[in-house]
T-cell receptor
Framework: EDQVTQSPEALRLQEGESSSLNCSYT??????LFWYRQDPGKGPEFLFT???AGEEKEKERLKATLTKKESFLHITAPKPEDSATYLC?????????????FGKGTKLSVKP | EPEVTQTPSHQVTQMGQEVILRCVPI?????FYWYRQILGQKVEFLVS????????KSEIFDDQFSVERPDGSNFTLKIRSTKLEDSAMYFC????????????FGAGTRLSVL
């Protein structure tokens, strides 16, 4: 069964304190891995997509990396406005027409 | 920037009533999706739709659910007889294609079944 597990469930950082969020996945074949940001009461906002092991993407203070078993979202010198829930999702080969399988997310709080 | 629009933002209904949730996908997108998120749980896939028919549906998407593209811009999710456990955030998403295509999500409709 295709599965996505994110850790930690919650992370509290001081402004400027860098850290990483983990997304472990088990899929029959990975089409793509997606990172989204979700603010309270809002829909997921697209951040990155990664397709093959070794791939990296960067955007401002965020950097996403991918291996054959997991992905990391690195946050460098975070600011309070980076506080949100970060969702990881995978798209798998085999039968699906593109639906995303989500993890539960990591709730990030950045204190000034 | 193009975005997916959902209405209403909050829908309150009585158990057993029918509800219709509405979505306007991004205009040049061809694939449409509904997901739901029960409070404190994962975002879960419900159904995908392409070329005026369902492409795939999950176990959650039973006979109480239906989807429709009534015109060139709207995409709707209907729940025929709501249950308490249908209370959730419902998200519409759209993409240009399926494989390796980014899905863009709307802000969601919060459905509260009393």
């Amino acid at each position: 069964e295709d599965q996505v597990t994110q850790s930690p469930e919650a992370l509290r950082l001081q402004e400027g304190e860098s850290s990483s969020l983990n997304c472990s996945y088990t899929v029959s074949g990975l089409r793509g891995l997606f990172w989204y940001r979700q603010d309270p009461g809002k829909g997921p906002e697209f951040l990155f997509t990664l397709y093959s092991a070794g791939e990296e993407k960067e955007k401002e203070r965020l950097k996403a990396t991918l291996t054959k078993k997991e992905s990391f979202l690195h946050i460098t010198a975070p600011k309070p406005e980076d506080s949100a829930t970060y969702l990881c999702a995978v798209q798998a080969y085999g039968g699906s027409q593109g639906n995303l399988i989500f993890g539960k997310g990591t709730k990030l709080s950045v204190k000034p | 920037e193009p975005e997916v629009t959902q209405t209403p933002s909050h829908q309150v209904t009585q158990m057993g009533q029918e509800v219709i949730l509405r979505c306007v996908p991004i205009s040049n997108h061809l694939y449409f999706y509904w997901y739901r998120q029960i409070l404190g749980q994962k975002v879960e896939f419900l159904v995908s739709f392409y070329n005026n028919e369902i492409s795939e549906k999950s176990e959650i998407f039973d006979d109480q659910f239906s989807v429709e593209r009534p015109d060139g811009s709207n995409f709707t999710l209907k729940i025929r007889s709501t249950k308490l456990e249908d209370s959730a955030m419902y998200f519409c998403a759209s993409s240009e294609g399926t494989a390796k295509n980014i899905q863009y999500f709307g802000a969601g409709t919060r459905l509260s079944v009393l």
